[in-house]
């Protein structure tokens, strides 16, 4: 059982940070250098965006089920890092749906107002101002749910399968 519920918290924590590392340097990137308008671009982006923290979300909680098992299983000792997992993932679910359901919604509805291309709002356009300052807050949304998912694969890098040290 602890092979699966290791298996699960690497799997998950995997395909979101891997997932998050692709989008913000792979994909993000490759839409704007080579859709043929910075909207079409955006809104494939965007698109995509919405489907991957929905991904990310499934793999939240997944991995936070996994873990909790895990440090119900874990001896007194070795039960901190477990602990530092399940906080730095809360964090990144947090994140995550902070900006799947707040962030997101609101720069579809800046979009919609600014006449459904935000680059061609006049840059005094208060819905483009907001959308602007929306997209940077979403840019470190995302950068710091990598950050902490790299926390947690380094935390991840250092444990033992086991759940107790192997003796002498």
């Not at 005094?124 to 694969?153: C, K, M, W």
Request: net charge positive.
């Amino acid at each position: 059982m602890l092979g699966v519920l290791r298996f699960l918290q690497l799997l998950s924590m995997t395909l979101w940070v891997g997932g998050l590392t692709f989008f913000a340097f792979v994909l993000a990137p490759t839409a704007f250098a080579v859709l043929p308008s910075i909207h079409l671009a955006g809104s494939v982006v965007g698109e995509c965006l919405k489907i991957f923290d929905k991904v990310a979300l499934v793999c939240g909680a997944v991995f936070l089920a996994a873990t909790a098992l895990l440090f119900r299983q874990a001896a007194h000792r070795i039960r901190g890092r477990y602990e530092m997992e399940f906080l730095l993932a809360g964090v990144m679910l947090l994140a995550t749906a902070y900006l799947q359901w707040n962030i997101i919604p609101a720069m579809d509805r800046d979009q919609s107002l600014a006449g459904g291309d935000i680059n061609a709002a006049s840059p005094s356009n208060p819905a483009r101002i907001h959308f602007n300052q929306l997209h940077i807050r979403s840019e470190r949304d995302a950068g710091l749910t990598l950050l902490l998912g790299l926390g947690v694969l380094f935390l991840m890098s250092r444990e033992h399968l086991r759940l107790d040290p192997p003796t002498a």
